[in-house]
């Protein structure tokens, strides 16, 4: 275990088998960021890990008024904010599991249910899922290419990502995922220009 406080970023609101909503306090927007791997333990020793690619808060009807007010006072805004029940929601793909030890890269056997708790996961965590394998989770993030930014995602995991394998000892993770995308996308080539084109933002 490292040193690092184990915290709850929020809890499940619906879920299905290749991917999860999830809804938290405002207050507790700034722990988790796009791209993140996350992780929902379950039952014993079986829990899924997923990649935040979407966050966003839904307006109500005060939040139109207060938008669309004059000098609104500080107070005001922070009670708005940490106070009111109005969550952060955060859409997670789900890209693999741990059972019994074994980390796989293949969809969870059974998603998770409502009101679980989800967790950051920590550098030791994020350098253990993506060493596993071959990069299969790679291909959870391409198939839902309609339905994300995938460029982005890639390149914001693939950044934080590197910095956890840097610190576990493997520098030249990075190289072989880039590696990994070339290959995949090869006969994708407007798909992989988007990719690179976002990784080189970050490379």
Do not use: K
Request: proline share 6%; aromatic share 6%.
């Amino acid at each position: 275990m490292s040193g690092h406080e184990i915290y709850e970023i929020g809890r499940l609101l619906r879920a299905g088998t290749a991917a999860c909503v999830v809804g938290c306090r405002v207050s507790q927007a700034g722990a988790p960021e796009f791209g993140s791997l996350v992780r929902i333990p379950l039952d014993g020793d079986y829990q899924i890990f997923g990649l935040i690619y979407d966050i966003h808060i839904d307006d109500d009807g005060l939040v139109r008024q207060l938008v669309t007010a004059e000098g609104i006072q500080p107070e005001v805004l922070e009670d708005n904010r940490v106070n009111r029940n109005v969550p952060v929601e955060f859409s997670v793909l789900h890209v693999g599991y741990q059972q019994a030890g074994r980390i796989s890269h293949l969809l969870p056997p059974r998603p998770p249910l409502s009101l679980d708790a989800i967790y950051p996961c920590e550098p030791r965590e994020l350098a253990a899922f993506t060493s596993a394998g071959r990069f299969g989770y790679f291909r959870h993030v391409l198939r839902a290419a309609a339905e994300m930014p995938v460029g982005e995602l890639l390149a914001a995991h693939i950044r934080q990502a590197q910095a956890a394998q840097a610190e576990a000892g493997r520098p030249d993770w990075r190289d072989r995922a880039v590696q990994e995308l070339i290959t995949l996308l090869r006969d994708d080539y407007p798909a992989l220009m988007g990719v690179l084109g976002a990784l080189s933002e970050v490379i």
